[in-house]
């Protein structure tokens, strides 16, 4: 253990001592875990498995790598002992249908949204002109990762695709998820490294599960979101098509019907923001380096229901099905590598 980590330990350790236990909501297991291990980086038992837990600061991550790279849960300690959730994550009886909860952040690989080949969806066309199957969201959130970087400020993973996963998307390919951990933030970048003879399509994206409202005695109507986006679009079940959208101020209330499932496009800048209006702590999430993304990267809305205590705010390489509308598909070249990067922080 070097300097730096023991000198971390030791403070954690003083930090779980002081810290009231009432403050930990009793019907939270994640939580109860979370607090129950106090130095910076432990593997901690969670469900039969184990996860990982970091603590960066006053916020504390969690995540289970080897499980579709997925950040699980994010919180934040605050200055009265209180916990903020920033990512939601629910209680869970077992880990089989890890992959199907609602929570954390799936990583969506390599499309993002639903695909259509010939107005069936669940289907695409490879560039020889051969129809595949390709799930929803594609398939690295069910999938198996292997980690190649743990360290105390984060991980990285790299993807192990099954024999049905080559099939569906058969290229020689690396692709790998590096999560950076900050004390009020967080990065998180994909690369797709090109090991093939031909180029690569990909458009891949974020799936973040936001917990709203996080400010007692609120509600979602009292949280507004802040898109600067040139349109929109909903996109057509039948044939996977990008029909237009609806007409959005700048800055709309998050119980507005209108952002469900809404996909924002033509951006003029990349950066969107949530939270209660002229409140600290609001959420930013910035897509990619550049100040002025790509014209066909995209931000997508979505929440399940009027009362889910989640808000989903994703940023995408470009809208669903890109490689049958052709908007917003990347190409790798052989031996190339492209990234795509998204940071968290809380304002």
């Not at 990909?202 to 009292?222: I, N």
Request: aromatic share 10%; with cysteine; charged share 20%.
């Amino acid at each position: 253990m070097t300097q730096g980590e023991f000198a971390c330990k030791r403070a954690a350790r003083t930090r779980a001592r002081r810290r009231n236990p009432r403050n930990i909501p009793k019907k939270s297991l994640l939580l109860r875990v979370a607090h129950a291990y106090s130095t910076c980086m432990e593997k901690v038992p969670y469900l039969g498995g184990h996860l990982q837990r970091w603590q960066v600061g006053s916020s504390t991550f969690l995540a289970m790598p080897e499980k579709g790279a997925r950040l699980m849960h994010w919180h934040l300690t605050l200055g009265d002992g209180s916990v903020r959730d920033i990512v939601h994550w629910p209680d869970l009886k077992t880990l089989d249908e890890f992959h199907r909860v609602r929570g954390g952040n799936p990583i969506l690989f390599p499309f993002a949204g639903r695909t259509f080949e010939s107005g069936e969806i669940g289907f695409w066309k490879t560039p020889d002109g051969k129809r595949r199957p390709m799930p929803m969201h594609g398939f690295a959130r069910q999938g198996t990762f292997k980690t190649t970087r743990l360290d105390p400020r984060g991980f990285a993973a790299q993807l192990i695709p099954t024999d049905e996963d080559r099939q569906n998307y058969p290229f020689d390919y690396e692709f790998t998820v590096t999560y950076r951990f900050e004390p009020l933030a967080l990065a998180c970048e994909f690369t797709l490294k090109n090991l093939d003879k031909q180029p690569i399509p990909w458009s891949a994206g974020h799936h973040f599960y936001f917990s709203v409202p996080w400010l007692e005695g609120t509600k979602r109507s009292d949280y507004a979101i802040r898109i600067l986006a040139a349109r929109t679009h909903k996109q057509d079940q039948t044939n996977g098509s990008l029909l237009p959208g609806p007409a959005l101020q700048p800055e709309e209330k998050l119980n507005n019907p209108a952002l469900l499932d809404t996909i924002h496009v033509g951006l003029k800048n990349n950066t969107v923001v949530f939270g209660p209006p002229n409140a600290p702590g609001e959420v930013a999430v910035s897509l990619g380096a550049e100040k002025m993304p790509s014209p066909e990267s995209a931000f997508v809305t979505w929440t399940q229901a009027d009362d889910s205590p989640f808000y989903c705010v994703e940023p995408w390489m470009g809208p669903p099905n890109a490689a049958g509308n052709k908007v917003g598909l990347a190409w790798v070249q052989p031996g190339q590598t492209q990234s795509f990067i998204v940071n968290v922080k809380i304002k």
